[in-house]
């Protein structure tokens, strides 16, 4: 099961908004096949892994990290090949938590009279698969904040500027990150004192859609992250509905390829984040990682929204400056938000630490 969840990870950043799979098949002790899902739409790690076997694959065992599929999507249902392939036993690491299948699939293979195990290495099969699950059962994109900060807690200097804080080293993590979210999101601030282009360059991987949460449509048409490949822009209908330059600014935005979406928000631009991600996954991105800055940070914590820390830390003072959570205001201790299941890793000189909001 751990080399299934190894293989699946090879369809990471290729496969969303489909899970990623691996599948292993077993007989008379030896591996005789393997495969992963690679790319979505096309072929499943089952079918990929049974056309890479190197003998008759009847009387196998199979091991696949999330139940096998039940129902005719943009390929068949993968229990039907492994009833017509006559498997003897099939071992699952978790139920695939998409209502269209949640068990549907392992009564498929019982009824046909194959052995089915299910639940191995389940909590490992499910950190695979996080942002799918949510995904499939709230219809909302998993959210994770990507954070780059000082020892002393500041991620920017006063006057906003804040590239680059840590190392190269650090970069590199960042733009593998990148490459494993359908989205990066970032706020107008973010776009005006740093003017990123927020694309994968120093790692292995397809660039993610570009998220702009604009309100007043502040930034410049002629901003990189405006250059290339797909980029969104959320605005505020109270902001631009009355306003003739801004009416200009939308219609440039649009003729260089930029998708802008009106929502409902203040005449101040701000938005609300529960309507935002729910038009962002009714995009079909399952995935977003927040890259800036302090108010957009500090927006999603205090909506619940955020699911996830990636916190760089460099050892580094900056004194006076800008912080993760400025935009929130605690009134007693018992009010703060924790992060749980913690895991450290180094990049260079700088720190990654990565956990999960209580």
């Given at each position: 099961?751990?080399?299934?969840?190894?293989?699946?990870?090879?369809?990471?950043?290729?496969?969303?908004?489909n899970p990623m799979v691996g599948c292993v098949i077993v007989k008379d002790g030896a591996v005789i096949g393997e495969g992963f899902h690679g790319k979505f739409?096309?072929?499943?790690?089952?079918?990929?892994?049974?056309?890479?076997?190197?003998?008759?694959v009847a009387g196998?065992?199979?091991?696949?990290?999330?139940?096998?599929?039940?129902?005719?999507?943009?390929?068949?249902?993968?229990?039907?090949?492994?009833?017509r392939k006559r498997v003897r036993k099939v071992y699952v690491?978790?139920?695939?938590?998409?209502?269209?299948?949640?068990?549907?699939?392992v009564q498929k293979l019982k009824d046909a009279g194959i052995e089915v195990e299910a639940g191995i290495l389940e909590q490992e099969a499910r950190r695979l698969n996080e942002a799918f699950e949510k995904f499939v059962t709230k219809k909302l994109p998993f959210v994770a904040l990507k954070v780059a900060q000082s020892l002393d807690g500041k991620i920017a200097l006063l006057n906003?500027?804040?590239?680059?804080?840590?190392?190269?080293?650090?970069l590199v993590r960042v733009h593998e990150l990148r490459s494993q979210y359908d989205a990066v999101l970032v706020g107008a601030g973010t776009v005006r004192d740093d003017n990123p282009e927020l694309t994968v360059r120093y790692a292995e991987g397809r660039s993610p859609v570009r998220i702009v949460?604009?309100?007043?449509?502040?930034?410049?048409?002629?901003?990189?992250?405006?250059?290339?490949?797909?980029?969104?822009?959320?605005?505020?209908?109270?902001?631009?509905?009355?306003?003739?330059?801004?009416?200009?600014?939308?219609?440039?935005?649009?003729?260089?390829?930029?998708?802008?979406?009106?929502?409902?928000?203040?005449?101040?631009?701000?938005?609300?984040i529960a309507?935002?991600?729910?038009?962002?996954?009714?995009?079909g991105i399952a995935s977003v990682m927040i890259e800036g800055g302090a108010e957009v940070f500090s927006q999603f914590v205090r909506s619940g929204m955020a699911d996830k820390l990636h916190l760089f830390v460099a050892p580094k003072l900056l004194g006076r400056g800008k912080s993760l959570a400025d935009g929130m205001e605690l009134r007693n201790l018992s009010e703060s938000i924790g992060i749980d299941n913690i895991a450290v890793e180094r990049n260079g000189v700088d720190y990654l630490f990565t956990g999960y909001f209580k």
């Open positions: 099961m751990l080399r299934c969840i190894r293989l699946a990870e090879g369809g990471r950043g290729s496969v969303s908004p739409g096309e072929a499943h790690a089952e079918v990929n892994a049974f056309n890479s076997a190197k003998e008759d196998s065992d199979v091991y696949v990290n999330l139940e096998p599929c039940s129902f005719f999507g943009k390929t068949p249902p993968c229990t039907d090949l492994l009833i690491g978790m139920l695939d938590p998409n209502p269209k299948v949640n068990g549907k699939g906003g500027k804040s590239k680059y804080i840590t190392s190269h080293e650090a949460l604009d309100g007043a449509l502040s930034s410049s048409v002629d901003s990189k992250v405006f250059r290339e490949g797909r980029s969104i822009v959320f605005y505020s209908t109270a902001v631009a509905k009355n306003s003739r330059v801004l009416r200009s600014k939308l219609q440039k935005l649009e003729k260089k390829g930029v998708e802008t979406y009106p929502l409902r928000g203040s005449s101040k631009g701000r938005l609300s309507i935002l991600m729910k038009k962002i996954a009714e995009l």
